[in-house]
């Protein structure tokens, strides 16, 4: 918290092509994903979506993170679901529903 006036120093042109280094890096894993399987392809649509449309990574992250957990448990593999995945999901979903 104290070097937070030293950081707000740092004019936002300056941060601009890192972020869209880090956008790039991100965007190359596309290509790796399974299209043709809906249970990684829907999450990862929403994620990927997500993002841009509200301005924020965090949604982004929890759109497609609890999508891939109803995905999984209506096709019935809730048992590949590692219980961090849930904590962490119940999480996003208590985030979501207390801040709007």
Known sequence: MFL???VQLV??????AALIYVGFLMIASVKNI???DYRVS???FLTLTVMPF?????YGIAFG???YIVISVFCGDFKKI????WIIA??????????H
Do not use: E, H, Q, R
């Not at 004019?11 to 601009?16: K, L, Q, R, V």
């Open 11 to 16: 004019p936002g042109c300056a941060t601009a």
């Open 65 to 67: 993170l609890i999508s």
């Open 82 to 85: 590692k219980i961090s995945s």
């Open 34 to 36: 399974d299209w043709n």
């Open 54 to 58: 509200t301005y924020n990574i965090s």
């Open 90 to 99: 119940l999480l996003f979903v208590a985030m979501l529903l207390l801040t």
């Open 42 to 44: 829907v999450p990862a």
């Open 4 to 6: 937070s006036p030293i």
